[in-house]
């Protein structure tokens, strides 16, 4: 039950599995952008209804402007899922998705949304994405160790959780001292490779400032480090443990500058950190506001408003400005609320486009005039294969220390240390955490990823030993239309269309398998398609 796939061949038959993978992947090819003013295409669209969300307008000027027609609104089908993997990196269940279609509503994405937010995979998903940037990792470069990633993790995942206010969750990491398994927010001073003032201003900086410090003159980098020039790290009696804090020793007072030029001179037993987060968490600093929305704007719809979403310079600027000062102004008057923010742009047609676009133009996508399509992020992608066949996934760690051990079901977006991983998660293009760069994760597909979806072991014996479609099985046994509407459900969260009802039940018939193997195979075919692989 396998095939074989090459790039100038495409598929070459080597069992059933090739004839189904066939007929789906014909099927479910999202079409490319064609003429303006092109019909919604089902199931994935709908028309455009008026706007109620005030970032709309804004982008629609600057489209307008640009000769560039925005898309069509993305349908029930395809926003359900999306916003399930944007919000909290996890499919709906069938369940949910028939709930939602149900619902006649008129507010029924608005109330999704909220209870998105409010789950509890909304802390998961969002602390494994700071964490990234916060390069949190037992082993080399951070070498936090298993103690330390249990305890910052804990601490990112629990602030997230509890809705701390943004200004706050990053004043407690720049201002803390202690020991890093106490104290974990301390450990943001350790996972820094090197641990000079710049080194230090270096990561501060490209992690709550969108600033890359290299492009920098040299002396307003010194000038900015000496904001940590006081840093001191001390070890103590207990394995692996390190006291991060302010040295105390006598020294003279430190002259330092912010960006900008303004120059400051801090008394000696004042701790220049406390100085810099005073600055940096202002409401009217032109880095720190403008660096998290941005940033929220990128991990929403795959690039920012300024991009690269870490790279924020004067010869880089916003394709829309004015969207941008909008989401500053409104993360101010939320206090810092991330949620508010995170609402602003979910509710907005901007964000529920189709990914299809009108026209041809070059810059649709840089300018959101579709939502961008991309892959699913490696972590997400795992979970949703498991979470479909209720077979869980086996983690390793290069060097075995405590908490490196991770029960088989354990969620992939749950994972605190970025040192533990598994093949797939390499393969597919998790970020090292060393770096704490957006970039750093590679989301592009390659060929190596097709074929291990296509012909390996690995997915085969997820499918072979799937208790889960056992169950779904035993329910459409003597009801393949059946079988098949739940395991569309199940994978790509829709219904099938009639034409792919069709096809499915045409190619049951003619290969002549029974419904635990008619399903497998099913199963198997749909992963291998864009819309089971992409966002959209």
Not at 46 to 65: H, M, N, Q
Not at 260 to 278: C, K, M, N
Not at 293 to 313: F, K, Q, S, T, Y
């Amino acid at each position: 039950m396998w095939v074989m796939w090459t790039e100038s061949n495409g598929f070459r038959r080597l069992g059933p599995i090739g004839s189904l993978l066939l007929v789906v992947a014909t099927l479910l090819s999202t079409p490319d952008g064609g003429r303006a003013g092109a019909p919604p295409v089902p199931p994935f669209e709908i028309e455009r209804p008026a706007s109620t969300s005030p970032i709309d307008p804004l982008v629609l000027a600057t489209l307008e402007k640009r000769g560039v027609v925005p898309a069509h609104l993305c349908s029930d089908q395809v926003f359900v899922r999306r916003v399930h993997l944007d919000v909290i990196g996890t499919l709906p269940t069938p369940d949910e998705v028939k709930q939602f279609l149900g619902d006649t509503g008129p507010d029924k994405r608005s109330a999704l949304i909220d209870r998105l937010l409010g789950r509890r995979e909304f802390a998961d998903f969002w602390s494994l994405k700071w964490c990234d940037l916060l390069r949190v990792k037992s082993e080399f470069p951070s070498n936090l160790w298993p103690n330390a990633v249990q305890a910052y993790h804990r601490w990112v995942h629990d602030a997230i959780r509890d809705g701390w206010p943004y200004d706050r969750f990053v004043r407690e990491l720049l201002t803390s001292s202690g020991s890093n398994f106490r104290v974990p927010q301390v450990n943001v001073y350790r996972a820094v490779q090197g641990r000079t003032p710049e080194a230090i201003a270096t990561s501060i900086a490209l992690t709550f400032m969108g600033v890359r410090l290299a492009r920098w003159p040299a002396a307003d980098r010194a000038r900015l480090a000496a904001f940590f020039s006081r840093v001191a790290y001390k070890g103590t009696s207990e394995w692996k443990e390190e006291i991060v804090l302010f040295d105390p020793a006598p020294n003279p007072p430190v002259d330092a500058a912010f960006p900008g030029g303004e120059a400051v001179r801090i008394p000696s037993d004042r701790d220049p950190r406390l100085v810099f987060a005073d600055w940096l968490i202002k409401p009217d600093n032109p880095w720190f506001g403008r660096n998290i929305v941005n940033r929220v704007w990128a991990w929403l719809l795959g690039r920012g408003i300024i991009h690269e979403p870490d790279d924020l310079r004067q010869d880089n600027p916003p394709v829309h400005p004015e969207v941008l000062a909008l989401l500053e102004q409104e993360l101010v008057k939320a206090r810092y609320d991330l949620r508010h923010i995170f609402r602003l742009i979910l509710n907005s047609q901007t964000y529920q486009q189709s990914s299809i676009p009108q026209g041809s133009h070059p810059d649709a996508e840089a300018l959101f005039a579709c939502y961008p399509v991309r892959q699913l992020d490696a972590e997400v992608l795992i979970d949703a294969i498991c979470g479909i066949t209720g077979v869980g996934e086996d983690y390793w760690s290069a060097i075995p220390e405590p908490f490196t051990f991770i029960p088989e079901y354990q969620r992939t977006i749950t994972l605190a240390d970025g040192s533990i991983g598994s093949a797939f998660l390499e393969m597919f293009g998790r970020p090292a955490r060393d770096t704490g760069l957006e970039a750093e994760r590679n989301a592009q597909p390659t060929e190596a990823q097709r074929l291990h979806m296509l012909n390996s072991t690995h997915i085969q014996r997820k499918l072979a030993r799937s208790d889960r479609l056992k169950r779904l099985v035993r329910v459409g046994r003597n009801k393949p239309a059946e079988l098949i509407r739940l395991i569309y459900l199940g994978v790509l969260s829709r219904p099938p269309t009639d034409e792919e009802l069709a096809a499915v039940e045409r190619y049951a018939r003619t290969i002549g398998l029974n419904a635990q193997q008619i399903g497998q195979d099913l199963i198997w075919a749909l992963f291998n398609t864009k819309e089971f692989l992409y966002r959209h």
